[in-house]
């Protein structure tokens, strides 16, 4: 099936649809390339960087492998099929964010970009990126 990509970055925030995940997510870090391999099917993504691999688990799994659980993360989807060459996106979630003092970490995979907001903001920030979304909408018309 194939998906209308939005490139326009007034459409894509009038498009993105925020969504409130379930449940707590971790970054974690690792140069250990067993633990890493043992983590890759649990783990909502993993990237390698000059440090070490970075792995995004949820608490159990971060837990199990001896991994600082002192920070838990909350995800949001934005239900919005951007182009990986689309502008801006990225730019009005977080500015919106920063703007109330909500910290934030972006994820963009192929169908959709991931926010995640510290969990104890998990609830301002979806508030917050729901009224960017009318605000986006309500200028496009």
Do not use: W
Not at 29 to 44: E, H, K, P, Q, V
Not at 45 to 70: C, K, M, P, T
């Amino acid at each position: 099936m194939t998906q209308n990509l939005v490139r326009e970055r007034q459409a894509m925030l009038a498009g993105m649809k925020p969504v409130l995940k379930e449940g707590a997510y971790f970054f974690c870090t690792t140069n250990d390339g067993f633990i890493a391999a043992a983590l890759l099917r649990c783990s909502l993504a993993i990237f390698r960087e000059d440090e070490g691999v970075a792995i995004v688990l949820i608490e159990d799994d971060a837990r199990q492998h001896g991994f600082d659980v002192s920070m838990p993360m909350r995800r949001i989807v934005l239900e919005v099929y951007s182009a990986l060459d689309g502008v801006g996106l990225t730019a009005g979630v977080a500015t919106a964010l920063a703007d109330d003092g909500i910290p934030c970490n972006m994820i963009a995979a192929y169908h959709h970009d991931n926010v995640f907001v510290p969990a104890s903001m998990a609830e301002r920030a979806i508030r917050i990126l729901q009224d960017v979304q009318r605000e986006a909408a309500s200028a496009e018309r």
